[in-house]
């Protein structure tokens, strides 16, 4: 669907590339179109904090609960992959979960009850390779598409006087990844023995 929006073109200005492996830069990344390219930068970004804060892990600190309503580390780990996976489907595939992927997404997308007892007893690669696994994959899609793609405003999810876009709904996926860093940052602080500083 077009948004009726001519995109501009930032080669036009000379704007230069970014490396892919770039953490500290944001701006068009190499291989996307550029508005796609400062999404891929600043999604680059947030994933390199998130994994250099609990790489380290152990089980105990990842299944670590604050108290009873709390999520652990690693569910908070497992949601943003489903997050990722949600919108991954929604934007490239046009769909939901289907019956069986919801089996093991649909846990980790929720959190709640059913996640404290589901989501624990894993170790910090088995999280670290899942959402490897999701990103790898949603960057690979994202360089299929162009920003015209991206800007589009899907009918399904907009509101009368409220149109939105695909740039929204990853948008969303990048800031929803950097509230949870926060709150794994929190909780960091007040693992048994100590979990440290941020």
Not at 69 to 87: C, E, P, Q, R, V
Not at 127 to 144: A, G, M, N, Q
């Amino acid at each position: 669907m077009s948004t009726g929006l001519a995109v501009p073109t930032l080669e036009a200005h000379h704007v230069p590339f970014v490396e892919e492996d770039s953490t500290f830069m944001v701006g068009p990344v190499k291989g996307y179109t550029p508005y796609i390219g400062i999404l891929v930068s600043m999604l680059n970004y947030n994933r390199a904090s998130v994994v250099k804060m609990v790489k380290d892990f152990s089980v105990e600190q990842l299944d670590y609960l604050l108290d009873k309503n709390s999520n652990s580390i690693g569910a908070l780990l497992l949601h943003l992959a489903a997050t990722d996976k949600f919108y991954q489907l929604n934007t490239f595939e046009g769909r939901d979960f289907n019956a069986e992927e919801n089996k093991f997404w649909g846990v980790a997308l929720e959190l709640g009850d059913k996640g404290r007892a589901a989501i624990k007893g894993n170790n910090v690669k088995y999280y670290l390779d899942i959402l490897t696994e999701v990103r790898s994959k949603t960057l690979e899609e994202f360089k299929k598409k162009n920003d015209e793609w991206m800007l589009a405003v899907d009918p399904k999810w907009s509101k009368p006087n409220q149109p939105l876009n695909t740039f929204w709904k990853w948008f969303h996926v990048c800031e929803h990844e950097s509230n949870h860093r926060g709150q794994i940052a929190y909780q960091k602080t007040r693992l048994p023995g100590g979990g440290g500083k941020e």
